[in-house]
Each structure stands twice: as C-alpha cells, then as structure tokens.
C-alpha cells in the first residue's frame, strides 16, 4: 500500500512514519507548510510548522530511508483555520482550531491530493486506534486525540492510519531513541501553532479591532465594566474579566453568556454555568449511518475533559443531547463528540458542533 506520511517536525509523526515502513508500505514523508512566513525557530513548546520544524522532518526521513516532500498549504490554512478561528471568536464561540486543521486540512486538502497521486491512505501521529472503519480512544489516555478526530467522516476515516495510537507517550519517545530519531525528546507543541506567542486575546484584536460592549451581572443586570470586545472572552472564563473583585456573596464570578450582537458579556455564578442539554449542529456519524433513535452514550465538550453520560438523538441534521450529570463551561463553537462505551476501548459514534446549550433539569 501506498502511504503518505504526514511529518509534522515531532515525534509522534516520526515513529509513525517509521511505523508504517515496518509494516511493509510504500511510504513518502510530507510536511505541511501553513504559515505563509514561518518563524525560523520554535521556543520550546510554542508554536510549530516553523522552519525549524520542517528540517526535523526532513532529518527524520532521511533517517527513515524515504522520499521527503514540502508541500505548500498556507493559502488553505489561512481560509480554512485561521479566518475561520477568528469569525468564530467574533461571533461569541469557542472553536477548536487543530480539530478544524484535521476536518479541513489533513484528512481533506492533503488527503485528496494525496489520492490524487495514487497514495492509498494518509498516517499521521495522532494518538488515537482505528480499525475496520472504527475509531477508538488512543491507548495512552492522557494523549487521546480522538476528540479532535471526531469530525471525521466514515470516507476520511478510510483513508486514514494512526500507527502509535496503541502506544503510550514514554514509549514512543524510547522507540524514537532506538531507531536513532533526534527528535525523541523534543517538546510537545502545546499552544495553537499559528499563534506561538501565547498571546490569543492580542492575536485576535489585531484582527478584529475594538467593539466595546459591557460586562453585565447575569442577575441584576447591573454594568460592571466595559470592555474592547466579545473576542476577548469564553464561556466558563473566571480571570481577565475586568471587574473589581468577587460577587456580593463572596463567590468568583465567570462568564454565563456572551452576546455579539450588542457586546453584552454576562458573568454569575459556577452554578450558572450547568448545562443539561446541548444542541449541536453539522453532525457527522463516524459510521456513515444516522442511529434511528436514541442512543446511550458519553459526551466530550472540550480536548482535555468535560464528559459526562448523556442520551443523544438525530435531530434536523444535528444532534439533541440530554445530559444525565450536567456539565461546565460547555461554549458554542466547541466540538461535541460522542463515543461508545466498548471493552476494547471507547468507540467514537459522532460529533456535532455545538449551537445552543439549556438548563433543563437533570435527568433520572
């Protein structure tokens, strides 16, 4: 089989792609170029697609013996990820932009070119299993990436391989000593690659620019302080709020609410933040196949965290969730991803994105 191994500079793209030689493919590495002015270096764990980052690919598969390849996505990405984030924000959401990287650029852009080339599948070193079609959790639990897979399609799913989804983190670092791959112990990436200051709320009003709006109590209605923008702020967020101070009983306040359309932030309590039912929209059915009725399952609202049981059910091509425990901090524009409960490991049924939360009472 022919595949096409997505090198990302890291670690976990490296053993991947040495994974998929051992298995007996035909194998080309590829590294994706998404910023249209790529820094020249990284700063530890910030940042990524950087120069630095390209030549770390290209080393590892020099050392892998395969084919090595630059191809130019930054146009994609820019329309894609990055404007797309920035909408999002604009409009009151909270968006995922390495689960939109996947739906919109791996597992789509590079994926349709790569078939296109007569390659058979894509491998990349997200840690998540797939077999037969069926996505599962990764075997590392504090690494799964099935979250942000979630939106892929039971058609992107079959072309795609992720070779250490069945190992844990320590391990693929020692496999990647072993097979004499420098980059064994280089950082993990843990900010958002396009914006490797750290820095998202100056990042996005640089580009949005200032739309002043008010901090308002959720129950009084009382102004608390003015700000220079909704793209500042996220559901659950509880510093950076610009009010003095605590609530009249003593409590943190966070955000309840955000409304764009007349620059309202609403802050209370953390009992104001339960949710017990979800709306989401563009559902996908990692099996291809809509359920016909109500399935039992577990929901997961953010990459790290945020699960509970729920009972979900096709609803105008999105998707109703009722929670059985409520959750926090849930935001629109978040991804929500259903799985399965399986002995082999969680099974990935779905995922929508999210478009409206309630506060109906909790189910029994």
Not at 23 to 32: E, K, N, Q, R, T
Not at 175 to 189: I, M
Not at 217 to 234: I, N, P, R, Y
């Amino acid at each position: 089989m022919r595949v096409l191994a997505a090198m990302s500079g890291g670690v976990d793209s490296a053993v991947a792609a040495a994974r998929a030689v051992d298995a007996g493919h035909d194998v080309v590495g590829v590294h994706l170029a998404l910023a249209a002015d790529p820094g020249t270096l990284r700063t530890g764990s910030r940042g990524c697609c950087s120069k630095e980052d390209a030549g770390d690919a290209r080393r590892a598969a020099d050392v892998l013996g395969i084919p090595f390849y630059v191809w130019d996505f930054a146009d994609r990405f820019k329309e894609d990820v990055i404007d797309d984030f920035v909408a999002a924000y604009a409009a009151g959401q909270t968006p995922n932009p390495c689960l939109r990287c996947n739906e919109k650029i791996k597992f789509a852009a590079l994926a349709d070119r790569a078939i296109a080339l007569g390659f058979d599948a894509v491998a990349t070193g997200h840690y998540a299993q797939l077999e037969d079609g069926v996505l599962r959790r990764a075997t590392d639990a504090d690494k799964d990436q099935s979250y942000v897979l979630g939106v892929l399609t039971a058609e992107q799913l079959s072309r795609a391989m992720f070779p250490v989804g069945d190992t844990t983190k320590n391990q693929i670092r020692q496999e990647a000593a072993e097979r004499g791959l420098f980059v064994a112990n280089k950082p993990d990436s843990h900010d958002i690659c396009f914006i490797p200051s750290g820095d998202t709320r100056a990042f996005l009003g640089a580009r949005i620019g200032v739309r002043p709006g008010s901090v308002v109590d959720a129950h009084s209605g009382e102004v608390l302080a003015e700000h220079e923008g909704v793209h500042g702020f996220t559901i659950g967020q509880r510093k950076g709020l610009g009010v003095e101070g605590p609530a009249p009983d003593g409590r943190p306040r966070y955000v309840t609410s955000i409304e764009p359309e007349t620059g309202t932030v609403r802050v209370g309590s953390a009992r104001d933040l339960e949710v017990h039912a979800i709306e989401a929209e563009r559902a996908v059915w990692t099996s291809g196949q809509v359920p016909d009725g109500p399935i039992e399952c577990t929901v997961q609202v953010r990459a790290h965290g945020g699960l509970a049981d729920a009972v979900a059910e096709p609803a105008d091509g999105g998707i109703a969730i009722s929670l059985r425990e409520p959750l926090t901090g849930v935001a629109k524009g978040q991804a929500v991803v259903l799985y399965r409960n399986d002995p082999a490991g969680d099974i990935v049924v779905g995922s929508g994105t999210i478009a409206d939360t309630g506060s109906l009472p909790n189910m029994q």
